[in-house]
């Protein structure tokens, strides 16, 4: 029992911060081919009706694509303008199931419940809804998104059979099993698509030793983040964080309590930001810290904290006598309160981070101070 548990919960749990960036260019891309297929359905039921002008079906297909197309551009407006959450990847997989399950109650509504339980046209639409779920890289999506549509599909087929007491040649219960079972079978063959994906982006994405972003993986979320800022005028701030005298700390402790320090530093950052802030190895014993939708005096506080946290922080290391400790040095930069260029923030922030360095280690210096030129020696 203990072990069935343990599962559910790592199960529900949601999926590596890495995977985040990923699923939302995901989600952009479903939600452009949601709103495209939902036109271009539009205009043929729009065509065929002016061929077929008396048909009650096409009426309908037509009202359901009018509705499809406005829940497809809500839906793309929602990805283009809020910071990509998992949430957004529930909401978009219910309403695409949703969406066709809507449609075949309409039919069962107006008084046509085998145009609703045999439908060749929309039930297919399901398959679509749920095969683009491995795309949000959420396991979690695929499944709720499959349970839905089972759901919602038995509900359909079970206020047919009951409302117009239909027979049981008509409402062929094998059939209806067949399909519930297909529904079941494509959420799952979803979960297990989904998590083989999963595991080797996380793992290129990832450094090694501290588990953190590694530089690729960072940049790429990075720009990401810079360019939702600057579409939508929203502050978004780094800090770029060195450790100070790590040389001479190898030198004391060998590359075991070097490794050891830099593990420390990671874990100290990792439970000081926010959910929504991203931490990254840059390299060597270089960090950076993305915080988004924050000014420089949140960022500022932030950085004090982190600073204050590692600083804070015991080091156990196999031979030595007592714990070690170390420092860290950290510059920040922000926009668009400083006017600083989005694209150089970055750089910005690792000016002030040798700021610091030159004003003696073990302290946080943001955009009110004037920065060194790129290049200046640094000591260490």
Known sequence: MTNVISATKRFWRPPDATLVAPAAEGELIISRIRSILAIFG??????????????????????????????SLVLHLLVRRVTY???????????????????????????????????????????????????????????TAGVCASVQYIGVVALAATAYSLDPA???????????????????????????????????????????LNRRAFMERWESEQARARRYGRPISISVIDVDYF???????????????????????RGRVRETDFVGRLGGEEFVVAFPETGSSAAMTAAEGLRKAIEESSLVIAGA??????????????WPEHGEEISRLLDRADDRMYEAKLAGKNQVIGPAVQTTPLGAPVPY
């Open 170 to 212: 008509v409402l062929q219960v094998e059939a209806q099993a067949v399909r519930v079972a297909l529904l079941i079978g494509m959420s799952w063959l979803g979960v297990l698509v989904n998590l083989r994906m999963q595991r080797p982006h996380v793992l290129s994405a990832n450094d090694p030793l501290t588990g953190l």
């Open 321 to 334: 006598r007592g714990a070690a400790n170390v420092t860290v040095s950290i510059g920040v930069a922000s």
């Open 42 to 71: 539009l205009a043929v039921a729009l065509a065929a009706a002016l061929r077929n002008p008396t048909s009650t079906d096409l009426r309908i297909y037509q009202a359901m694509l009018t509705l499809a197309v406005a829940v």
């Open 85 to 143: 959450e998992w949430w957004v990847g529930f909401v978009a997989s219910i309403a695409d199931v949703t969406l066709v399950s809507v449609a075949l109650a309409v039919f069962l509504i107006l008084g046509t419940p085998e145009s609703a339980i045999h439908n060749e046209i929309l039930f297919p639409a399901y398959f679509y809804a749920l095969s683009v779920t491995t795309v949000r890289l959420d396991h979690r999506a695929c499944l």
């Open 247 to 269: 040389k001479q700390f190898n030198d004391r402790y060998g590359h075991a309590g070097g490794d050891a320090a830099l593990v420390a530093v990671a874990a100290a950052l």
